[in-house]
């Protein structure tokens, strides 16, 4: 295969499988619903070392299809479920742990990662040597942006894993090539195809849906004599498909909404709308129309298809396949009624390493904008198993000071903490049955859109994410030196590891911002990834075909698209009507990306070995994402300062010779 061809099918084939193991794993792997991130820092390790590993061997890598292969077997036999009670950190609904410890899986699923990417990036990085610098970054970025469009589609059309195992078996076939044969059909097809037949195991067994969020499994059964749908999402419980009557008639907290209000509503919008109970009871309580909104669409999917109500056929619904808190930013409707309805994704946003769906749902910001959208006389309501006093103190703090007074909080059972926050637009438009008595000492401020952390009660990083970076940074150490010799080889090119650093903060930065004004839909999350390659692309372009300003030039460029992104503030961009909003943010939050890598490319053009300094910048990406926890602390704005921070240190470390470019 010539090296071009070959080079955008490597490329794309280590992105297809970089996010592939981000989805897979995550499903079977509880603690990586939460720690998404930890297989994203593997895989940037291991292209990291796949780089470095260029010139050190001619062997095919072998190793990445045989050690995927033993992956899958381990994840398939060893499934996990979590216990919620991680310190520092609140989780949901599932309170059993089954499997291996996090001890034991998360370090094995770490290098696992690591390992399986190193040969998809150690055959793209043999491609760099036989072609110009920013030609070869030309085509791997181009190769980038085809394997992120492969996933989407398939994310689109909801298939499931056993085809991203038969894709990753075709690229390999192609890939490493058979010499000799005996290797090639042992060490390659037979893997391979091992591995497309464990995910087609799977996906016969488990009988699952596959959404671009969770793998959904459902169970058919008889409570109290009630036919009821229990529906769970990457293994954990998460709903119930039970007819409105007996949802009333078990748990309390779903009629109190409706007795909080001073009159029946009309008009209920409900975020979190699910399999469609929630919808149902809303229907039985007399409302003329409801906007259901939820993110999930084989979730709505199946309300539609099993719930004993059948809610969705009925003509008062209408149904929202969105974000709720985009919802709310869009919409001109106003209600009587807006509902939480248990909006807990138990999932993170892929590419932010502690950002949830649901996390810019209970901001003030949010609160506020729901409180807009309601009619004169109109409430606004959520409920949940909070578990901890403090968090539901801090949700009714929270309302308190988005609609000015104090709500009614109702604690339906101190086990769980299940409770019904409501609040009317005045204090006249609710009906409590005590008042709160406001917030206890010690209960956090309300989150809020810049550091939108609910459950995250001090402001700091939990012990358990220190411990486990700092060894995840430890053995990145020892692997870099094991794989690619004595870190001599990456000193000239400090520099472009600050770059990567302070690219991954960037690019998090990016990720959480558009989440922001668009919503945490896996529509928005791939359009985001796939724009930062388009701008890089872009940046690139215009390194090889003009003759751009000098580096500090350009640096000063640079500093300049951070400082503007950093005076533009999110509430003057939510206020802006959509199409407007749209180029503004991506204006705001394209320049620096833009920049840094003109940046890049001028400094990588030059470089003496490309392979390692590629490499080099890679594994400070794999630092960047380690760092991105800082924002537990400072927000994500503060990234750009830190971001900021790390350019400087960039433009200092920079070669004196390379301090003039042109």
């Excluded at 091992?194 to 488990?206: H, Q, R, S």
């Excluded at 749908?229 to 990457?234: F, G, K, L, Q, Y």
């Excluded at 529509?523 to 985001?528: F, M, S």
């Excluded at 590629?614 to 794999?622: E, K, R």
Aim: charged share 15%; aromatic share 10%.
């Amino acid at each position: 295969m010539a090296v071009r061809p070959r080079l955008i099918l490597a490329s794309a084939f280590m992105l297809f499988l970089e996010l592939a193991l981000i989805r897979w794993t995550g499903s079977n792997i509880v603690h990586l619903s939460y720690f998404t991130n930890f297989v994203l820092l593997g895989s940037f390790l291991g292209i990291g070392l796949g780089f470095l590993r260029v010139g050190r061997s001619r062997r095919q890598p072998y190793y990445s299809p045989v050690v995927l292969a033993v992956l899958v077997i381990v994840v398939l036999t060893f499934p996990v479920t979590v216990d919620r009670n991680t310190e520092g950190v609140l989780y949901w609904t599932s309170l059993s742990t089954s499997g291996p410890p996090a001890w034991a899986i998360l370090p094995v699923i770490f290098a696992a990662a690591a390992v399986v990417l190193m040969g998809p990036a150690e055959l793209v990085g043999r491609c760099f040597p036989e072609l110009p610098r920013l030609e070869a970054y030309r085509y791997d970025l181009i190769g980038s942006l085809t394997g992120i469009a492969a996933f989407t589609a398939l994310s689109f059309l909801s298939a499931p894993p056993v085809f991203w195992g038969l894709i990753a078996a075709i690229c390999y076939a192609l890939l490493l090539m058979p010499k000799p044969r005996t290797l090639y059909v042992g060490l390659v097809i037979v893997p391979a195809l091992g591995v497309v037949g464990l995910l087609l195991t799977e996906t016969l067994t488990a009988g699952a849906i596959w959404s671009p969020y969770y793998k959904v499994t459902t169970k058919q059964l008889v409570q109290l004599g009630i036919p009821v749908t229990d529906i769970a999402v990457n293994g954990i419980p998460h709903q119930q498909a039970v007819p409105a009557a007996a949802r009333l008639q078990w748990e309390a907290q779903y009629g109190l909404p409706y007795d909080r209000t001073t009159r029946p509503p009309k008009d209920v919008l409900i975020v979190g709308a699910g399999s469609g109970t929630d919808v149902a009871i809303a229907l039985s309580k007399g409302a003329n129309r409801v906007d259901a909104v939820e993110i999930d669409p084989k979730l709505r999917e199946l309300g539609g298809s099993v719930h004993p109500d059948h809610p969705y056929d009925d003509p008062r619904v209408t149904t929202h396949v969105t974000d709720g808190r985009a919802f709310l930013e869009r919409t001109d409707n106003k209600y009587d009624l807006i509902l939480f309805a248990l909006p807990d994704s138990l999932t993170l946003v892929s590419g932010a390493s502690s950002l949830r769906l649901e996390s810019y749902l209970f901001t003030e910001e949010a609160m506020r904008a729901a409180r807009e959208h309601l009619r004169p006389g109109g409430t606004f309501s959520m409920y949940n198993y909070y578990r901890e006093s403090w968090l539901v103190d801090r949700l009714a703090l929270t309302m308190q000071n988005a609609f000015g007074h104090k709500p009614c909080v109702d604690v339906v059972s101190t086990a769980g903490q299940q409770a019904v926050i409501t609040s009317g637009l005045s204090v006249a438009d609710q009906r409590c049955a005590t008042e709160w008595p406001g917030a206890a000492a010690g209960t956090p401020q309300p989150a809020g859109d810049d550091r939108p952390f609910l459950y995250l009660k001090d402001a700091t990083i939990p012990p358990i994410y220190i411990i486990t970076l700092g060894l995840i940074l430890i053995v990145s150490l020892l692997a870099v030196r094991v794989v690619a010799g004595p870190y001599q080889r990456m000193r000239p090119y400090a520099d472009l590891f600050l770059l990567g650093v302070s690219f991954m903060l960037l690019e998090t930065k990016s990720v959480t911002g558009f989440a922001l004004l668009f919503g945490t839909t896996w529509v928005v999350n791939a359009i985001v990834f796939a724009g930062v390659l388009v701008a890089v692309l872009a940046a690139v372009e215009v390194t090889r075909r003009f003759r751009v300003p000098p580096l500090p030039v350009m640096y000063g460029v640079l500093m300049a698209g951070l400082l503007l992104a950093w005076l533009v503030p999110n509430e003057w961009l939510l206020s802006l009507p959509l199409p407007l909003r749209a180029v503004t943010a991506v204006t705001v939050a394209f320049l620096p990306i833009f920049a840094a890598n003109v940046v890049f490319a001028k400094r990588f053009a030059e470089t003496s070995d490309a392979t390692t300094s590629f490499g080099a910048n890679l594994l400070g990406a794999m630092v960047g994402g380690c760092l991105e926890y800082v924002a537990l602390v400072i927000g994500y704005k503060g990234l750009l300062i830190v971001a900021a921070v790390l350019y400087l240190g960039a433009l200092l470390l920079l070669p004196r010779k390379n301090s003039a470019l042109v």
